[in-house]
């Protein structure tokens, strides 16, 4: 079966261009999270969508945004970027929020802004 | 304020030690703990995971204990292997009703390295 895939791998941008990022969850799921992962640090949470809705969002400003589609997945796109968005962005499924399951992550797509 | 708090930073072993990685949180809205495993480059996959109702769960070389009155929970990796060297990642999932529902609050993580 196949795993959450995330699209592009990479990607490299300036300060202040705006960025999209995809996810595909995994087959039956239809909750994605989506999480910033700096250097060195634990992934945070930036949002969880569930039936396309925003069902939880982190602490994360304004310019960070998402949505899902009807087949459930999801774009999470950042605008005036920053240096400080340079990460690896993570995206995960599952089965609805508070199931039993956890969260399965993709490979992440690394974000450098210059 | 970092909800999950983990610790050593980077751990070092010989092959075949068992290597034990601490969490410890604060609040009692969690329902779940995992444990992720993640290599450089990849996204973090599943490990390990316990309810709160359990005391001790084991898979393979890797066991949780965990202890709910103290709020802490730890990762054995038995007979560890050059492997096994990674970051790893404890996990603890919000189960209160709103935004936090289903949301995983991470630790930062332990470098593990094994060597042989």
């Known amino acids: 079966d196949a795993g959450v895939t995330q699209s592009p791998t990479h990607l490299i941008k300036t300060r202040g261009q705006q960025v999209t990022l995809r996810c595909s969850p995994i087959?039956?799921?239809?909750?994605v999270s989506w999480y910033q992962q700096v250097l060195g640090q634990g992934p945070q949470f930036i949002f969880q969508?569930?039936?396309?809705?925003?069902?939880g969002r982190g602490n994360f400003p304004d310019r960070f945004s998402a949505r899902q589609f009807p087949n459930y997945s999801s774009e999470l796109n950042v605008n005036a970027l920053l240096l400080g968005d340079s990460a690896l962005y993570l995206c995960?499924?599952?089965?609805?929020?508070?199931?039993?399951?956890?969260?399965?992550f993709g490979p992440g797509t690394r974000l450098l802004v210059l | 304020q970092q909800q999950v708090k983990q610790s050593p930073q980077s751990l070092i072993v010989q092959k075949g030690g068992i290597p034990i990685i601490n969490c410890a949180y604060e609040?009692?809205?969690?329902?779940?703990f995992p444990w992720y495993q993640q290599f450089p480059g990849k996204g973090p996959a599943l490990l390990i995971a316990?309810?709160?109702?359990?005391s001790e769960k084991k898979e393979g070389r890797f066991t949780i204990s965990f202890n709910k009155s103290a709020k802490q929970f730890s990762l054995h990796i038995m007979d560890s292997q050059p492997g096994d060297s990674a970051t790893y990642f404890c996990?603890?999932?919000?189960?209160?009703?709103?935004?936090?529902?289903?949301?995983?609050?991470f630790g930062r993580g332990t470098q593990l390295t094994v060597w042989p």
């Open positions: 995960a499924s599952s089965r609805p929020p508070g199931d039993q399951e956890t969260q399965y």
């Open positions: 087959s039956g799921h239809k909750s």
């Open positions: 969508y569930y039936e396309k809705e925003e069902r």
């Open positions: 609040n009692t809205a969690f329902d779940y």
């Open positions: 316990i309810r709160p109702d359990v």
């Open positions: 996990a603890a999932r919000g189960a209160d009703r709103g935004s936090t529902l289903g949301r995983l609050y």
